[in-house]
């Protein structure tokens, strides 16, 4: 009796682990985006125009005012010209990109006109191009809005 019981439990247990399971979403994958490790993600961009105007690192900034795509958690962090941003990018296809959740720590410092239209750009790009080591981050079919020049890390 104990040998048909621990029979019939190896049964039920074998069928029911043959059974394929049941979908229970209906959502789509998001489709993998194949843009190159090296054009994009994982290098350090610095801004060489916004608005069709060159950037120069002014003598009150700490450092050049940049960008860096992170692969993990799809984070993005950079300085604009005071302040450290940070935030999250989603890559779709056709080249779009869409920034979310920006952010800026708060200091104040004297010039911060070329942060808020940095700023303000982030918030309205849909797209780049990377062309060898230029980055371009533009608003549908419109001019670039800022360019950037690629300095990979090592």
């Given amino acids: 009796m104990k040998n048909l019981i621990l029979l019939f439990l190896l ?5 029911t ?11 789509q994958p998001k489709p993998q985006i194949t843009t190159p490790k090296h054009e994009l993600l994982e290098t350090y961009w610095k801004l060489t125009e916004l608005n069709g105007k ?12 940049h960008i860096l795509f992170k692969i993990e958690g799809n984070r993005v962090q950079g300085f604009a010209g005071c302040n450290n941003i940070m935030g999250t990018y989603e890559l779709l296809e056709g080249n779009r990109i869409k920034f979310s959740g920006m952010a800026t720590t708060m200091m104040a410092c004297p010039n911060m006109a070329t942060e808020a239209e940095f700023n303000k750009m ?5 797209n780049y191009t990377v062309n ?4 371009s981050l533009a608003k549908a079919r419109m001019a670039p809005m800022a360019r950037f020049e690629a300095v990979y890390l090592k």
Wanted: aromatic share 0%.
């Fill in 54 to 65: 060159a950037v120069v690192t002014d003598t009150n900034m700490k450092k050049e005012i």
């Fill in 17 to 27: 682990a043959c059974k394929s399971p049941i979908a229970t979403s209906t959502s």
């Fill in 11 to 15: 049964v039920a247990l074998a069928s």
């Fill in 122 to 126: 982030l918030n309205m790009v849909d």
């Fill in 132 to 135: 060898g080591k230029t980055m």
